[in-house]
């Protein structure tokens, strides 16, 4: 495996590979990797011939009060990760050569951004768009993969890729939890002890949600409102959103109807702490 910091050399690699007819598999990520990011390199490796794993605290996308100062690094450890599931490249950018003094261009998806996290964090999906387009037209992947951790950016990539005539495929894999529940992140390397036990009302608070719906309920702010109530019980939990909406197009849905895929969506922040969660239900 060979570690990239160069965006010439990943260039310069992804060119020769290209040649060479080889399929190449993409894993974008902030590092700090766990195995929900692995479970992404572990496909990339099974589909692909090559896999490049990318490693970059894309600072655009982070707002002004945000956790970019304090995001947890470790990059000797994830080398040592990405060897072990078998990637090929890993390509380790800098702020300097991505966003060069007088950098200027942005890409944005409009609508699809706006709501759910895109409102609670303003800016945040153009930062994500923009350093995807770069990091796609870096590395040249045929297949790029995603988690369905984050739900509404894996439809703002794909919407991306749709609207500007890329030529790779996007496929989201599904969230790996611990055995509790909790999805894993990176960020929860932040919570106390005592805060764990709290995290996981958030997947609990959207199985509660899916057995609603099996019991034929079907308007959303009543499914909202038992999700509150489960969360109320924690000392930590402040609710930035819950959210239930059409799972392909993220418009909000009051009644549910039967035949329709919906995502319900969950952000909240245990202690300073800001997690998100989702689960997709096929509505009977
Ligand atoms: P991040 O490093 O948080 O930007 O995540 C990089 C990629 O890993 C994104 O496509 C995420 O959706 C995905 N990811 C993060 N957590 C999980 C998880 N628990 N299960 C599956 N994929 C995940």
New binding site residues.
């Given amino acids: 495996m060979q570690v990239i910091n160069s965006v010439t050399e990943m260039r310069k690699v992804a060119n020769k590979l290209k040649k060479q007819s080889q399929i190449l598999g993409f ?5 700090y990797l ?1 195995k ?2 692995l ?2 390199l572990a496909r990339s490796v099974k589909d692909c011939d090559i896999s490049v794993v990318s490693i970059y605290v894309n600072p655009i996308q982070f707002g002004p009060k945000e956790d970019l100062k304090k995001y947890p690094r470790d990059i000797k450890r994830d080398i040592k990760l990405c060897k072990e599931q078998g990637a090929d490249y890993v390509f380790i950018p800098t702020d300097e050569q991505l966003y060069p003094k007088g950098y200027m261009t942005y890409v944005e998806v409009k609508g699809l951004s706006d709501g759910l996290c895109g409102k609670s964090r303003p800016g945040h999906f153009k930062g994500v768009t923009t350093i995807v387009n770069k990091l796609f037209n870096i590395v040249s992947p045929d297949i790029a ?6 739900a509404q ?2 439809l703002v990539i794909k919407k991306m890729v749709k609207d500007l005539h890329m030529s790779l495929k996007i496929k989201i ?5 611990e055995s509790d529940g909790l ?4 960020r929860n390397v932040y919570l106390a002890p005592k805060q764990c036990k709290d995290a996981v009302l958030l997947y609990q608070a959207l199985k509660k949600a899916r057995q609603l719906i099996i019991q034929k309920q079907r308007d959303s702010e009543k499914i909202i409102s038992q999700m509150k109530r489960l969360l109320s019980q924690s000392e930590f939990a402040t609710i930035d959103y819950i959210a239930i909406v059409d799972a392909d197009n993220l418009e909000k849905i009051k009644q549910l109807k039967a035949k329709t895929k919906v995502l319900i969506a969950i952000a909240v922040y245990i202690g300073q702490v800001r997690l998100i969660d989702n689960i997709i239900v096929k509505v009977d």
């Fill in positions: 894993v974008p990520t902030m590092g766990h929900g990011h479970s992404l993969y995603f988690g369905q951790k984050d950016q894996a894999l599904p969230i790996i939890r999805a894993m992140s990176s």
